[in-house]
């Protein structure tokens, strides 16, 4: 194995609990229920498609659109008043992919303006070699475009590259893309067990990166 694309929200930095929290505050204002099955539905997904998602959900593109941009607002507001909090064992398994001469790279569906903001703040987008946003693919996970992107601006071929993800939608993008998937969902989120899809499970970046050590 040669390189390890992380998706960013849930996986590198602690943000899922700051992105649920904001849409359920847009939610709130346009008088809608959010509810943890919407939730598990728009996890890991890019707010383009999931507004795409919300318009056909609510036969209303207007209200799509309202509820993002609320969303947006929320999300940003908080991180004026708080730090970016990293996942933990983060910073150790990039000190361990250094030491193995092992190729990173960050792969996230939230917008290059966004994202950038959040890993300059922890400190993380130093520490990659590439970096891959949302606003710069025409389609969302569970398309594997991504992460294809990210093997093509690595030079790797996809098979060589481990793909880290907290959310289902990411785990079948990195199969459809021919990719290893590691899978680290922020809840108990299992698979149907009649799915197709190939991962290996694990509980944290720690838990993982032991794994990892003693393959190489």
């Not at 998602?53 to 991180?79: G, M, N, P, V």
């Not at 398994?93 to 922890?122: F, G, N, P, R, W």
């Not at 969302?140 to 991504?146: G, I």
């Amino acid at each position: 194995m040669e390189a390890v694309i992380f998706d960013m929200d849930g996986v590198l930095i602690d943000s899922e609990p700051v992105s649920k929290l904001a849409f359920a505050q847009a939610f709130e204002v346009t008088g809608l229920d959010f509810t943890e099955a919407i939730y598990q539905k728009i996890l890991g997904r890019s707010l383009r498609d999931i507004e795409l998602f919300f318009s056909e959900q609510y036969q209303d593109t207007k209200l799509a659109a309202k509820i993002i941009t609320i969303r947006e607002q929320e999300f940003a507001r908080h991180y004026q008043d708080h730090p970016v909090s990293v996942k933990p064992g983060v910073y150790q398994l990039l000190d361990y992919l250094d030491s193995q001469k092992m190729k990173k790279a960050v792969a996230t569906s939230a917008k290059q303006s966004i994202a950038e903001k959040l890993l300059q703040q922890s400190g993380l987008f130093a520490r990659m070699d590439v970096h891959c946003y949302g606003s710069e693919v025409t389609e969302a996970k569970p398309n594997p475009e991504l992460f294809i992107k990210a093997a093509s601006r690595l030079n790797i071929s996809p098979e060589k590259a481990y793909v880290i993800e907290d959310s289902q939608s990411g785990v079948i993008a990195a199969n459809r893309g021919g990719f290893v998937p590691i899978y680290i969902p922020e809840e108990k989120d299992e698979f149907l067990n009649d799915h197709p899809f190939k991962y290996s499970l694990f509980n944290s970046l720690t838990e993982f990166q032991a794994a990892l050590s003693l393959k190489l």
